[in-house]
């Protein structure tokens, strides 16, 4: 297919470079101009523009880091909807608000080009190895007519339900990290101050009950004080933000969810926002005087 990449960030470029090894024919676009040569080294076109590199797709993928970049990149000047052909597919793959997702959809389906909201977690591993899990919101033949593509990034794809879906499954996969890595950061705690070998802990713990990705691949970083970038407090801290507005929208309480995004404030503004998520342990460590 003739795709077009919109976001060549840290989870962007190798999602789309997967798409050139799977055979589709990619024309990239950043509002940063030089992260698209890693792109174009390996095949792809270079658009100077998102209505540029719309114009000649079937399916139009942006990965960027807000609703307002995704508003930006898709309705605004030089955007997508002044360059994609009528019948065209938007896979907005950005966490944003589901609220936003519904109002863009409604006003790219007025210049006839289709949308569906296919959010990923699996961190940048998952983007580099392909194996991410994307959570999909849309008509289902429009999620049938972008599966080839979807497939070329994820392992496991699951439509969720009408637009709008994947974005709300994408805040409770949020929540659930945010309390995951929580717990965790205490456990690790708890294990350090009582001078246990928390790798035999980890092996042991991570057998049972309590294994989970997080712990699994986030345990070390916490145990060592070394939080090497994975997916970024700053945005997990806006993709938190995203959860807590739906669930006021919805009056359903999440008072961990809450906590957790306090707790990532503090972090930003001592100038850790771009560690791995998994530096709330800094936190939980700072608490016991670790």
């Known amino acids: 297919m003739d795709v077009a990449f919109l976001g060549l960030g840290t989870m962007g470029a190798p999602m789309a470079l997967n798409l050139i090894t799977a055979g589709h024919r990619v024309t990239g676009y950043n509002r940063t101009r030089e992260k698209v040569a890693p792109l174009t ?29 995704v508003e930006q990149v898709v309705l605004g000047d030089h955007g997508v909807a002044t360059g994609a052909r009528p019948g065209a597919l938007v896979i907005d793959m950005s966490t944003i608000s589901p609220s936003v997702t519904r109002e863009i959809a409604q006003k790219l389906a007025e ?8 959010p990923v977690s699996g961190g940048s591993e998952g983007a580099k190895n392909g194996t991410l899990s994307i959570m999909v919101g849309g008509a289902a033949e429009d999620v049938a007519y972008a599966r080839p593509v979807l497939q070329a990034m994820g392992q496991t794809i699951t439509h969720i339900g009408p637009i709008g879906a994947g974005q709300t499954a994408k805040a409770i996969n949020q929540i659930i990290v945010a309390g995951t890595y929580w717990s965790v950061a205490e456990g690790m705690a708890l294990g350090l101050k009582a001078g246990l070998d928390m790798k035999r802990v980890v092996q042991a713990v991570g057998s049972g009950a309590a294994g989970s990705w ?14 090497p970038l994975g997916f970024r407090v700053r945005l ?15 009056g359903q309480p999440l008072p961990l969810a809450a906590q ?6 503090g972090l930003i503004a001592k100038g850790f926002g771009d560690e791995d998520v998994s530096a709330i342990a800094r936190s939980v460590r700072e608490m016991g005087g670790l």
Request: net charge negative; proline share 1%.
């Open 214 to 227: 997080g712990l699994t691949h986030r345990a070390g970083n916490m145990i060592d004080q070394d939080y």
């Open 260 to 265: 957790v995004e306090q707790v990532e404030t």
């Open 111 to 118: 210049t006839g080009v289709r949308m569906i909201d296919a």
């Open 236 to 250: 997990h801290h806006k993709d938190l933000a995203i959860a807590l507005e739906t669930a006021r929208e919805l």
């Open 41 to 69: 080294a390996a095949g792809a076109k270079a658009a100077t523009s998102p209505a540029e590199a719309a114009a000649s797709a079937e399916i139009i993928v942006v990965c960027v880091s807000d609703s307002s970049d």
